[in-house]
């Protein structure tokens, strides 16, 4: 099965996400609604410019092992948020 349809299956297509580093190292998509995108999307601007990382923490569950070797999750609730100095890998 081809990602779009995946995501078009799972009713995610244009719902927000955001790639995270697992303790482990391991890159993965989380998808959430719009409600708890909101609590981390500010925390998102200048991560980079900044030197700074935020770490989530979410309850949700893998809805997939993934596609180009990046598991994908839905975050029913975004727990806590919090940023702090470090590198941020993701990359535009």
Do not use: C
């Amino acid at each position: 099965m081809g990602y779009y349809k995946f995501l078009k299956e799972q009713n995610l297509v244009g719902k927000p996400f955001f790639k995270l580093e697992t303790d482990s190292g391991e890159i993965i998509n989380v998808f959430t609604n719009r409600a708890e995108y909101n609590k981390i999307e500010n925390e998102l601007k200048g991560l980079n410019r900044d030197q700074e990382e935020i770490i989530v923490l979410f309850r949700g569950e893998k809805i997939s092992k993934g596609f180009f070797n990046e598991g994908l999750y839905f975050a029913k609730k975004i727990i806590s948020v919090e940023k702090k100095k470090g590198i941020t890998h993701w990359r535009k």
